[in-house]
């Protein structure tokens, strides 16, 4: 029988679960944003991308370009796409979370998007 402790964590609201194959980092996040601040985090220290590895939220785009996919999840969110959900919804496509940073970054730069709160982003 669980104890209180592992009903508590069963409570919790998850986003997901990011790993990084190279150093066998294996962790839940509890939202789409927690999974770019731990990529950031780990890339940072160990040079290494994380992956989803399980997504508990709605995050599909048809397209693998991170522009078309950022405006088809931006109809659903007026007020910005938080960058782990555009994440979550490329890496599907086969895009690592660094690339899709990478992506964002350079489309940000360009001027083809802009960011209406901190890692939050929008199409022009």
Known sequence: MPDDE???LAEK????VVTCPACD???????????????RRHANVTGHDVEWERVAFDAEAESDDAKEALIELGE?????????????????????????????????????????QDDYVLAV
């Open 76 to 116: 659903d969110h007026p007020d910005g796409v938080a960058l782990g959900r555009l994440a979550a919804a490329l890496a599907d496509n086969g895009v690592a979370i660094g690339e899709t940073l990478d992506a964002v970054r350079n489309l940000r730069m360009s001027g083809e998007i802009y960011e209406p």
């Open 25 to 39: 980092l294996h962790v839940s996040v509890a939202e789409p944003n927690d999974a770019v601040e731990l990529y």
């Open 13 to 16: 609201p998850r986003a997901g």
């Open 6 to 8: 592992d009903a508590k």
